[in-house]
């Protein structure tokens, strides 16, 4: 199922990019000959879709 989510307000979209920040920041150092580590999310929209998908393993968790 794909689900649409819109977000237009400045601070939010700003808040969403240094969330996105701070969890690449909290991932290990990337191996040798990567760009980037394991988990890396490279766009807000990435990022989102990442948070979404926890929060919907975690209702399935909590609820099933």
């Known amino acids: 199922m794909?689900?649409?989510v819109t977000i237009n307000d400045a601070d939010k979209l700003a808040g969403?990019?240094?969330?996105?920040?701070?969890y690449n920041a909290s991932?290990?150092?990337p191996t040798e000959g990567q760009e980037h580590?394991?988990?890396y999310?490279?766009?807000d929209?990435?990022?989102v879709?990442?948070?979404?998908d926890k929060a919907a393993e975690s209702y399935a968790k909590?609820?099933?």
């Open 62 to 64: 909590q609820y099933a």
């Open 16 to 22: 969403i990019t240094k969330a996105r920040e701070a």
């Open 49 to 52: 879709q990442f948070v979404m």
């Open 2 to 4: 794909t689900f649409q």
């Open 41 to 43: 999310l490279a766009t």
């Open 27 to 29: 991932l290990p150092e």
């Open 45 to 47: 929209a990435e990022y």
């Open 37 to 39: 580590p394991d988990g």
